[in-house]
């Protein structure tokens, strides 16, 4: 039973970009509304593609990378929570999460293509 937990999770953080294909036909078919299933999608699948970048990387360069992933967010948020105080002189946190959780999904969905492109190159040309 173990074995096939740690499979299910294995293929999950390989293939981020099925599961939120998956998750979106899923949520599509349950709500009716493509955009609201969209943004659901997105929501739900962008800490796998966090765990699957930090993986990609650790697998590539041999290093451990969560701590300068968790630096990369703590910024983003702090640009944000800048940016947003300088034009509304009031923070909305709630806001503040959403906006970096979604900013989040885009850098780490073009983060993992890029490291993936880049170890199918070295592993072809090596």
Known sequence: MLDFFII????IITAPI???ILTYYS????YQNPHKAFLMAINWTTIIYIIAVNTL???L???AF???IIVFL????TIIIVLQWKNNTEI??????KLLWRLSFLSFFVLYISLVLYGILRGVLV
């Open 92 to 97: 909305n946190y709630q806001k503040a999460l």
């Open 18 to 20: 099925l599961i939120t």
């Open 27 to 30: 949520l599509k078919f349950m």
């Open 8 to 11: 299910l999770l294995a293929f």
């Open 57 to 59: 990387l650790t697998y």
């Open 61 to 63: 360069f041999e290093g």
């Open 74 to 77: 703590l910024c983003m948020l």
């Open 66 to 68: 969560i701590g300068y």
